[in-house]
C-alpha cells in the first residue's frame, strides 16, 4: 500500500502564500496522474490541480493565476503553491496519485485564510 505524507497546511492571512507538499512511498515518476482537491465544511470535494507524469498541469478555473502544481520526481514528492490566498481557498486539501488502476489519497491538511 503506498503512503502520502500531506505538510505544509496552516493558517495565513488573505493575500499570503502556502506551499502544500505530498511525500510519497512509491515513486511518482511511474504514477499516471496526481492532483490535489479540497473539501470545505458543507461543500463537495473538488479538483484543485493535476499534473501528469508528463507534466501537463490543469487548473480549477477559481485558482488559475494564483496556484501551481509541480512535483520533484527524485524526491517523490509533489507540491502546490499557493498566492494571493482568499478565504474561500480555506479547505482541507487532499493529494491523490493514481498508480495503474489504484488511487490512494493523503491523510489531508487544513488550509485557513483568515485575517
Known amino acids: 500500500q503506498v503512503q502520502l505524507v500531506e505538510s505544509g497546511g496552516g493558517l495565513v492571512q488573505p493575500g499570503g502564500s502556502l506551499r502544500l507538499s505530498c511525500a510519497a512511498s512509491?515513486?511518482?515518476?511511474?504514477?499516471?496522474?496526481m492532483g490535489w482537491y479540497r473539501q470545505a465544511p458543507g461543500k463537495q470535494r473538488e479538483l484543485v490541480a493535476t499534473?501528469?507524469?508528463?507534466?501537463?498541469?490543469n487548473y480549477a478555473d477559481s485558482v488559475k493565476g494564483r496556484f501551481t502544481v509541480s512535483r520533484d520526481n527524485a524526491k517523490n514528492t509533489m507540491y502546490l503553491q499557493m498566492n494571493s490566498l482568499k478565504p474561500e481557498d480555506t479547505a482541507v486539501y487532499y493529494c491523490?496519485?493514481?498508480?495503474?488502476?489504484?488511487?490512494?489519497w493523503g491523510q489531508g491538511t487544513q488550509v485557513t485564510v483568515s485575517s
Open positions: 499534473i501528469t507524469s508528463a507534466g501537463t498541469t
Open positions: 491523490c496519485f493514481r498508480w495503474a488502476l489504484n488511487i490512494y
Open positions: 512509491g515513486s511518482i515518476a511511474s504514477a499516471s496522474a
